[in-house]
């Protein structure tokens, strides 16, 4: 009792921490110096009357959002005396295959950089500079010669290394229920089981309305439909971000998804947020990366050839360019596995003092990466709110499919659960696939990856995407839907 009590003590102490520094306290500091002046504020019941104040005007809504928000990214709560990297993975082979990871990922990047003479950051001539802002919106018209460009890596790449992954201490022999997992994922993590996951996913079992089934043509849409749009308006109207992540565990009405969306990841888009895309698009202008041909290159082998998304493409590369220089996204690596690639001065290899993250926002781009973007482009048409819709759901969920951990909805775990639903519950299935040497893992790895973006229709996709954000996890990306449900 005392320990739980101790660890919420410390998380909210952090998420106060945190807060201070964001623009919302700004905000209600000035909002409380200017309620003084209001009659009904009294100096005798100052402190109930502000909170009053702030209950009628809004703000503690806002207040309340924005502490939800921080509790849907807040790593769980560990021993006081652990050390820093044991919040990023508590388990040291995890930590350690991250590291070899990422070395591999940069001797990639460097081995390109060498062969290609190409700097990994150049200052853009003046010129150069007013052409690509003169260009900005049409990008895609622009075809840079990137045949000698090639992607760090491919998510069949990443694969390999996790087929590799063992825990040392183990044995296999110590435990017959892991013995007779033959999928490719040979480490020993608990992912949940049928019931568990009836449990979890309560919401979508057969006696509940789905959006996307219970709205079909044969489906009068008095019974459900006409009813969950009307719930979502006053979910909206209430502006309460826990209410929408219930409500968008049924699937959201095309009309209000991006409303619903921004409301659960909390983004308002202020004139400051506005001001500072601003500023990463000026970054943009004036400094060339080498990452900057890794997403051009992306993009044309991907969403340019997509048959949905080929029409996004300038703000594919508005986006990612931005967020290639976002040193804010360097935050999530405090509860992310991997660690922000760094790069020295010339003639000052290893010198700490004269490290720099790179890219500034410490994620390489891999094969694919653009389509964590591309399904935004339905949803957001002002490039500056796009772009902090994708970075929130990047920090919040997308940077767990390419690196290595435990976490229940990383990518490894993610690929146990799939090969344990599918060798349980579908035997047939799995044992025909590995006969003819089609593992299913192999086949279904890129689709969650990519968290299926590229692989399902667009309006599905987006169905889909609602219950990660509904349920805060990425584990309906592994689910065999015909196992979940009661």
Not at 26 to 55: G, N
Not at 148 to 173: H, M, S, T, W
Not at 298 to 308: E, F, G, I, M, P
Not at 335 to 340: D, E, G, K, V
Request: glycine letters at 4%.
């Amino acid at each position: 009792m005392l320990q739980e009590e101790s660890d919420l003590s410390l998380v909210i102490a952090q998420i106060v921490q945190k807060l201070k520094g964001s623009n919302l306290y700004a905000q209600l500091e000035r909002q409380a110096w200017a309620s003084l002046q209001r009659p009904e504020i009294k100096l005798e019941s100052l402190k109930e009357d502000i909170k009053e104040f702030f209950k009628i005007s809004g703000w503690e809504k806002k207040l309340q959002n924005a502490v939800y928000s921080e509790l849907s990214v807040f790593p769980l709560p560990s021993h006081p005396a652990a050390p820093p990297e044991h919040l990023k993975e508590p388990l040291v082979y995890m930590r350690k295959a991250q590291g070899s990871w990422e070395k591999r990922i940069l001797k990639s990047l460097n081995s390109m950089c060498t062969e290609l003479s190409i700097p990994l950051a150049r200052k853009r001539p003046v010129g150069e500079q007013k052409e690509l802002l003169n260009k900005w919106n049409e990008m895609g018209t622009d075809e840079p010669d990137l045949s000698l460009f090639r992607p760090v890596y491919a998510p069949k790449d990443f694969l390999e290394v996790l087929i590799n992954l063992r825990n040392p201490n183990y044995e296999n022999g110590d435990s017959l229920s892991f013995r007779t997992h033959l999928g490719l994922i040979q480490v020993p993590l608990k992912v949940k089981d049928i019931p568990e996951l009836k449990e979890f996913f309560v919401e979508l079992g057969l006696t509940t309305g789905q959006l996307g089934i219970d709205d079909s043509t044969q489906v009068p849409p008095e019974l459900f439909e006409n009813e969950h749009v009307r719930i979502g308006q006053k979910v909206l109207a209430e502006q309460d971000s826990a209410a929408a992540q219930q409500y968008i565990r049924q699937g959201s009405p095309t009309a209000l998804r991006a409303e619903l969306w921004a409301l659960i990841l909390n983004i308002s888009s202020q004139p400051e947020d506005i001001l500072y895309y601003e500023q990463l698009k000026t970054n943009v202008i004036q400094h060339d990366l080498l990452v900057d041909s890794l997403i051009y290159k992306d993009v044309k082998l991907t969403a340019s050839n997509d048959d949905y998304y080929f029409v996004f493409e300038d703000y594919l590369y508005q986006v990612l360019l931005c967020f290639s220089r976002d040193t804010s996204v360097l935050g999530h690596f405090a509860y992310n596995s991997a660690s922000p690639p760094k790069s020295y001065i010339r003639g000052k290899l290893g010198l700490e003092e004269y490290a720099v993250f790179y890219p500034p926002n410490g994620v390489i781009p891999f094969h694919g990466f653009s389509m964590y973007v591309a399904p935004l482009c339905f949803l957001y048409h002002e490039p500056s709110k796009l772009y902090q819709i994708f970075r929130e759901m990047y920090v919040r969920f997308f940077f767990r499919l390419h690196s290595i951990s435990s976490h229940p909805s990383g990518i490894v775990s993610l690929c146990l659960l799939f090969e344990t639903l599918l060798q349980t519950y579908l035997p047939q299935l799995f044992y025909h696939l590995r006969e003819i040497g089609a593992q299913p893992l192999r086949i279904s790895f890129k689709w969650m990856v990519r968290a299926f973006s590229g692989y399902l229709a667009t309006d599905q996709l987006l169905l889909l995407w609602d219950r990660i954000l509904g349920y805060n996890s990425l584990e309906i990306l592994a689910d065999c839907p015909k196992s979940i449900v009661p």
